[in-house]
Nanobody, 126 residues
Framework: QVQLVESGGGLVQAGGSLGLSCAASGRSVSLTILGWFRQAPGQEREFVATISRSGRSTNYADSVKGRFTISRDNAKNTMYLQMNSLKPEDTAVYYC???????????????????WGQGTQVTVSS
């Protein structure tokens, strides 16, 4: 079992930056793929970024590529998402997630993730 807690959300102006953290407890997250997802009001939860168990492989949604950076520190059981050049359309609740998926180094699909945090709100004003 893995428990995940996000932090670092808030309000930022368009063009600004924000960093999110995801602290894990329970089973070591070095055994899991980690990912960030987001959900805006009235919309489905969507993939943002994912990182492999070792941290050597990453994958991003096209909408955030070049602006967001995912990273992890397995020694600290923590994952990060650095968000730069934020846009109003990035406004959403951001969730971190952990996956036991074993068929690839990373996964972008919501239903392949087994554990979820409670979410943190990110609001980007225009």
């Amino acid at each position: 079992q893995v428990q995940l807690v996000e932090s670092g959300g808030g309000l930022v102006q368009a063009g600004g930056s924000l960093g999110l953290s995801c602290a894990a407890s329970g089973r070591s997250v070095s055994l899991t793929i980690l990912g960030w997802f987001r959900q805006a009001p009235g919309q489905e939860r969507e993939f943002v970024a994912t990182i492999s168990r070792s941290g050597r492989s990453t994958n991003y949604a096209d909408s955030v590529k070049g602006r967001f950076t995912i990273s992890r520190d397995n020694a600290k059981n923590t994952m990060y998402l650095q968000m730069n050049s934020l846009k109003p359309e990035d406004t959403a609740v951001y969730y971190c997630a952990a996956s036991n998926y074993g068929l690839a180094a990373t996964t972008t699909t919501v239903n392949t993730y087994d554990y979820w945090g409670q979410g943190t709100q990110v609001t980007v004003s225009s």
